[in-house]
């Protein structure tokens, strides 16, 4: 373990900050099967809003909260909402975000054409899907269409060269621009305000105001990327564009992933525990950081809570960022 | 320039028709259980029947609006799906045509129009977020100037690694942990009681301005502590850029002063590509009131938006967005005039 420390590239903050963040993880996948001397969501009326009691016999090691609830206890399965519910949204958006931002920027508007038979087909499928007017027949009518131009593309020039652009950068901005358009936590806030969400729907929610960002950074990349030589070897290789695009173009343009990735899940525990805080979108049994930190507006002198609750959110974004740094 | 302006103003106002349309409808189609909740919360001792309770439900939704079809069209799938067109006797004409007349609609909580709230709810938050976007704008500057250091700093001293880390690590932290701290730090009885933590709703007429302001420092604290490292770093970073630019080599050659060359020089050169992050800073500002009024309970917008997004109370949330969404045009409205201030060239081809 010395040895480890005195290596050049293995600083001590690094590892604490790994070392945190692994702790945090296994207390929040393991916290149902540890063996806590109370409950979760089981409250101790006769000692509600306590500070930490080592001496007494009911051993509330952080302090009970306003209704009664072991804080030690609340706080481990409050790391579950980090393990289950944030991580999970932060690695489907940067998915998202890189499959997204990089067929935008490979792509761009006039890059990806669809043949003229694929596109019917499409369209059909579309027609008979939502069902427009004139549902079954028009959707045939489409599909004879679509036969009709494979047969005729390699037989008629005009035909195989027709091809409909896939405007995906303008869909691309429109979209970003459409999440834009209010911040983050309003936007949540506003999407939020219905009955309580299940772990699943705020899972979604977060998913989707969370893609933008890393698909603006991977798209920017791309940019960069579809211009450099090695692209157009692969080309001259004879690759597909598809295989191009993704076994060689997008691992490098996802490369400044690695440093934003850690960033941006610190904003969204952020987030998530800012509306436990609020009290927006979650059922008010679900143990979270934020629920926690939110009955300091209650007992503002509950030092036990802040120091605690407060302290484990505050470690666990420091050592996001530094793990973002290190990356870097 | 201003086709540029216009192009922007033009996206952002139909991105926010668009966004507030959306959770309009989305708040509309999947909030079946509202009226249920209201009744509830309502009369909890009224001995309801089923059927009462039935056609309680039914005056509320006819009340309230809800017994009208969403959207222009439904989708209708009984046996064969298809589309339903229902004119212009819909919930989102009605909503529509009333915001075109000023008209944002009614609180579902308390039955009050929403545009005399909202008026109120602006004077507590218009000189909180306008004090902390002057104070941010100010402090950014003097910090990015300070974290740049003079043109001979080529490295960074220990003290400036040190405001660069403290100022890094801030951005990460959450608003609510920024005013819970400051709150435990400095109006607390066990530690320093220096300033007050209550409402200024508690004396909303006989409120002398001193305690008006010392009760909007640590609200205004809180907010310029969380936009500071967005706006300073990108500053320091754009400054030192610009400080190994060929120009400044030649005017350190001709004499200029340390100080000024980089207020004087460095500054108009660094400043204009960072005029978009001053564009999102009121945004941002608004969403950060949406809790530190909830912590330090003012009674202002963001107050307004938390508290109906937790009673469920839609028509105030979709107001609230359109609030949001509308200060963000203004900022970019904002932002376009500064870079016409920042740039002599933009000025001068006005």
Redesign the interface.
Known sequence: MSRLLRRPHLKALPLLAVGWLVAVSTAGLLAPWLPLPFAAGVPDLLHVAEPPSWAAAPQHWLGTDLFGRDVLTELLFGARQVVLLSLPATVLAALIGALAGGSAGFWGNRGCRLPLAAGLVLLAAIWWL????G?GQVACLLLAAAALAWWAAPRLLWVGRSAWPLPLDSLFQAAV??L????????V???????PLSTGQLLLLLVAVAWPEPARQVRAQMLQVRTLPFVEAARAAGLTTGRIWFRHALPHACRPLRATVP?SL??LI??E??LA?????RPPDVSSW?QL?SM??QE??A?WL?VSA?GA??FT??A??QLARSNR | MRRWLLLQLG??GL??W??AS??FI??RL??V?TED?MLSSGNDLQVRTASTSAVARQALRQRLGLDEPVFYVT?I?RN????RWHGTHNQYHHWLAGLLHGQLGWSYRDGQPIGPKLRTALVYTLPLAGLAAVAATLVALALGLVLAGGPLAASLTSGRAALHLVL??L???????LA??L??LF????ALDLLP?YSLADNPDGLLLGAYLLQLIMPVLTLVLAVLPELALPLAAALRHELRADYVTTARAKGVPAASLLRRHALPNALPPLLTSFASLL??L??GT??VE??FSLPGVGRL??E???A???PV??A??LV??GV?LLGLALADALYALADPRIRLAL
């Open positions: 939502i069902a427009l007017p549902g621009t459409l834009g358009a209010v911040p983050r936590l309003v936007l806030l506003a999407l939020a305000a219905g009955p960033l610190a904003g952020g987030l525990t800012t805080f609020l009290g927006v979108g934020g930190l300091l507006r503002p002198g030092w802040l407060g959110l505050l974004l420091l996001l960022q | 996206r952002a991105a926010a668009a966004t959306l959770v989305l708040s999947l909030a259980g909740a989708r799938s064969s799906a298809s589309w890094s690590s951005q990460g932290i959450p608003v609510f942990m819970l701290g709150l435990f109006a607390n009885p066990d933590a945004p941002s608004l969403a949406v809790v909830s912590v938006l938390a109906a997004a937790a469920h109370d839609y949330v979709v609230g967005v949001t969404a963000r």
